[in-house]
């Protein structure tokens, strides 16, 4: 009689041992910093942990080469993309050292700050105490600068982050947006608190005012020149060296900062100066930036060149901006700066830069 009953098969056992279960330790294997970078001081900070080399090259790492190409045949980030060259582009490290968890940090302290300041104007009803010069001031030009702030963050930076060949620029740039598109909301909500403060404010006439007004078609033009730029170390250096020194700090810090307070307002500063910090960690690390370009130990001369070049480009361009905004000098009733005065500030802080870099100014090129 045949049996039915079928054997019982057997099958290898698994054994695991401590190596697969994680137990093995490796040199640094307990430590939460990465060690396949060279740190710029003794140790990795967390801002080189999380930014160096989250997007590798084929120079660092990717030994198959760049693991996607464009269908013309380039692949990853072409150093093409700008005129400009570096013997080592991975050596650029932002000196505000922002990362995510910071840029969130920065901005939400940013924002509760502001809140507290207009909550309490309005407590105090502090806006009924501005000369209606002042008001009209705000309405129309604070209000259309906002537009240049959004213009720079949404069509120029938001641009460029994608173009430069290292993950340290890009995370830079990226920030630089965060920080436009986050102050040309904040010059949005306070139009809209200023619109229901019980003032006669028109919220709505700042459209008009950037489209239409004189005063603002220089500016308006030179902002949308820049969203055409190609080269993305261009379009960096004539928004973050060139306009801004020239127009963003002539309007914020030179008008607006100074004839503010002597306007009864005390409360605009608080939202522009929000701006200017802003501006100023940008031009840190855009300083930083274009020094190791102007110190390259082998493409120094010729980026210098270009450099050189797109000033006589774009100096022209922002300086005529700068010049139709004058006549709004004349519109707040108490002026404590002319126009000559902010203008002469706004040129020393460009030569300033220039000088960090190590650029010579072209001649003639600023009367």
């Known amino acids: 009689m045949v049996s039915t009953e079928k054997p019982q098969q057997s099958f290898p056992k698994p054994e695991f041992t401590g190596a697969e279960a994680g137990l093995l330790d ?140 290292t993950n340290m620029i890009n995370n830079a740039i990226a920030v630089n947006t965060a920080h436009k598109l986050r102050f040309a909301q904040d010059l949005a909500l306070y139009n809209l608190d200023l619109t229901e403060s019980g003032i006669d404010f028109d919220g709505a006439v700042h459209r008009s005012v950037w489209h239409e007004d004189p005063a603002w078609q220089g500016v308006r033009e030179n902002v949308e020149r820049l969203t055409a730029i190609g080269d993305w170390a261009e379009s960096l250096f004539a928004a973050n060296v060139v306009f801004e020194s020239l127009v963003g700090e002539l309007f914020r810090s030179h008008l607006v900062m100074q004839v503010a307070a002597r306007n009864g307002d005390y409360v605009t500063p608080t939202v522009v100066g929000a701006g200017e910090h802003d501006y100023g960690r940008d031009r840190s690390y855009t300083r930083a930036l274009f020094s190791m370009l102007t110190s390259d130990a082998e493409h120094s001369a010729q980026n210098k060149r270009v450099l050189t070049s797109w000033l006589e480009k774009w100096v022209p361009v922002s300086e005529a901006a700068a010049r139709t905004l004058q006549p709004i000098w004349s519109q707040p009733q108490e002026k404590v700066v002319t126009f000559a005065e902010s203008w002469d500030r706004s040129v020393a802080s460009l030569r300033s830069l220039l000088s960090d870099l190590s650029l010579d100014e072209p001649k003639g090129l600023l009367s």
């Open 26 to 165: 490796f040199p640094s294997s307990k430590s939460r910093s990465y060690n396949y970078f060279k740190p710029r001081k003794m140790r990795a900070t967390i801002y080189e942990d999380v930014t160096f080399d989250v997007q590798p090259d084929p120079e660092r790492h990717l030994s198959q080469g760049w693991i996607y190409g464009f269908a013309d045949g380039p692949g990853g980030y072409p150093k093409e993309w700008t005129e400009l060259k570096s013997g080592n582009w991975h050596e650029f490290l932002d000196p505000n050292e922002e990362w995510e968890q910071t840029i969130f940090r920065n901005n939400s302290n940013v924002v509760r700050q502001i809140q507290l300041n207009l909550d309490n104007a309005k407590k105090a009803g502090a806006y009924q105490n501005w000369a209606p010069s002042w008001s009209k001031f705000v309405e129309r030009h604070l209000g259309a600068w906002m537009h240049a702030e959004h213009g720079l963050g949404m069509h120029v930076f938001c641009s460029e982050q994608r173009s430069a060949p």
